[in-house]
């Protein structure tokens, strides 16, 4: 009895996964040369190290924390960030980052914490 069930609840699942559009991975009508995959490396601006975190705010960039300092990456090239003014983060090493829902980054560095607000750098 149980094994009846589980056929039928197999069955009844591929059929509508067969009827569902969303269901293919890949668009059918297109050819594997058509889809493209991009690496970026050091030639394309990405330091030399571990990127050891990721973030993207709301504004649609993503952030990278490396050994070597934090990078704005906006899909095209990756520039090395640093803060506007006189002052920077409390080190170079970045170990996490969190982008908070009003745009804030938060950067974890190995001497301290900072914020990004997009206009100011805060401290501590």
């Given amino acids: 009895m149980r094994r009846v069930r589980r056929k039928q609840a197999a069955v009844v699942l591929c059929v509508l996964a067969g009827l569902c559009p969303c269901a293919f991975a890949l668009n059918p009508s297109l050819d594997i040369s058509q889809y493209a995959h991009k690496a970026w490396t050091i030639r394309e601006g990405f330091f030399k190290g571990i990127i050891s975190s990721i973030a ?6 993503l952030w990278l924390g490396t050994d070597f300092g934090l990078l704005r990456f906006d899909g095209v090239r990756p520039v090395e ?3 506007p003014g006189p002052g920077g983060l409390p080190s170079s090493r970045i170990q996490t980052l969190f982008a908070a829902r009003d745009g804030t980054l938060w950067i974890g560095t190995r001497a301290g914490l900072a914020s990004w607000n997009g206009a100011r750098l805060g401290l501590g």
């Fill in 56 to 61: 993207q705010t709301p504004d649609g960039y």
């Fill in 81 to 83: 960030w640093t803060p």
